[in-house]
């Protein structure tokens, strides 16, 4: 159980990466990926996959509430590559669209964060390759 939690915790804390990949956090916590996910589903009542995709719809849900960002920034901020993915598991998930979702729910308290401060917020801004070596001059 123990490796399981330490799995977990790995994918909550890395949850936001589309890159994250199941093998490699199954072979951390000492499984196969087939072992790993039937243990999960037993620990935890779903599936690796299915337990990424429900956090992802938390943080996005928690977004479209209060962000002033795109569906599709926020679609990709929470870790989907594919805006139709994420819209559909969206809908499955809520019942409504991430446009119908935003509707529903803003206006209904503060005012929406701007976008830069939600994606700084969000860590929409990742340093890329090379970013270091452009910026290593500017101060001095």
């Known amino acids: 159980m123990r490796q399981l939690r330490l799995a977990k915790d790995a994918m909550d804390r890395d949850w936001a990466d589309p890159g994250l990949d199941l093998d490699a956090v199954a072979a951390h916590a000492g499984y196969s990926r087939y072992h790993f996910v039937r243990a999960f589903k037993e620990a935890y009542g779903e599936t690796p996959g299915q337990y990424l995709t429900h956090r992802r719809i938390e943080r996005a849900e928690d977004l479209l509430r209060t962000a002033d960002l795109s569906v599709t920034e926020i679609c990709h901020l929470v870790g989907f590559s594919s805006l139709g993915t994420f819209s559909t598991r969206f ?43 452009r910026n290593s001059g500017e101060a001095g």
């Open 91 to 133: 809908k499955a998930w809520t019942g409504l669209t991430p446009s119908e979702y935003r509707s529903k729910h803003v206006g209904r308290g503060a005012a929406l964060i701007p976008g830069c401060y939600a994606m700084l917020w969000a860590g929409g801004f990742r340093s890329g390759p090379g970013r270091a070596e």
